[in-house]
């Protein structure tokens, strides 16, 4: 199966250190979103990338987090000094996005962390 | 501007018994209307979606929604519940290729199957 994935699935860390998660799209997708998801909540976005250009940020992605998509495929989503607040699902989709088409995102399972 | 409402956050229905979950949207253009579904601690799994064509649009699992321009709706049903579908759906409205091209969630419809 070549459907989105996201590494780690779980992570758990102590408030103040960072951490890196990881998401490899759907292949030659060229869209990668990055969403945020608390319980209860739907998913909120905070940014894409069209093949390695990210093209717009949530003002919900504060200058603590950082993501890449550095040759186009897969994307990296960093958070320094974790908060408590910080704890939540990480949610990846990626898209075909053609001019004319429709954004018709895939998502992955997600990573969940858990600030301490 | 985009928005949408889901207008129940939660379903109760009997398992072989009729599906509705409701969805209104707002649109400045002509959207792209999706249904997902997210079981417990997964992601989400795309139902169905709309992009101008027919209107009645069928989905995986027996789902289909129908789009109605006039009542700014795109509400998903299904004719007989079962035990898998409980899990929670989102409605989700989205943009162009020319727009900021994010996709807007609603809350959220939790749907529980009495057996």
């Known amino acids: 199966d070549t459907g989105v994935s996201q590494n780690p699935r779980h992570k758990i860390t102590k408030r103040g250190q960072n951490v890196t998660f990881r998401c490899d799209p759907i292949?030659?997708?060229?869209?990668l979103y990055w969403y945020r998801q608390t319980l209860g909540q739907g998913p909120e976005f905070l940014t894409y990338?069209?093949?390695?250009?990210?093209?717009?940020k949530s003002r919900l992605l504060s200058d603590r987090f950082s993501a890449e998509r550095p040759k186009g495929s897969f994307s990296t989503l960093e958070i320094q000094r974790t908060e408590q607040g910080d704890s939540a699902m990480y949610l990846c989709?990626?898209?075909?996005?053609?001019?004319?088409?429709?954004?018709?995102?895939?998502f992955g399972p997600g990573t969940r962390l858990t600030v301490l | 501007a985009q928005s949408v409402t889901q207008l129940d956050s939660h379903v109760s229905v009997s398992e072989g018994t009729p599906v509705l979950l409701r969805c209104n949207y707002s649109s400045s253009y002509s959207p792209s209307l999706f249904w997902y579904v997210q079981h417990p601690n997964k992601g989400l799994q795309l139902l169905l979606k709309y992009t101008s064509a027919a209107t009645l649009v069928k989905g995986i699992n027996g789902f289909e929604a129908e789009f109605k321009k006039s009542e700014t709706s795109f509400h998903l049903t299904k004719p007989s519940a079962h035990m898998s579908d409980a899990a929670e759906y989102f409605c989700?409205?989205?943009?162009?290729?020319?727009?900021?091209?994010?996709?807007?969630f609603g809350s959220g419809t939790r749907l529980s199957i009495r057996p």
């Open positions: 292949s030659e997708h060229n869209r």
């Open positions: 989709a990626s898209s075909l996005m053609q001019v004319g088409g429709t954004d018709t995102q895939y």
């Open positions: 990338f069209q093949n390695e250009a990210q093209l717009e």
């Open positions: 989700v409205v989205s943009g162009t290729y020319s727009s900021a091209s994010k996709i807007i």
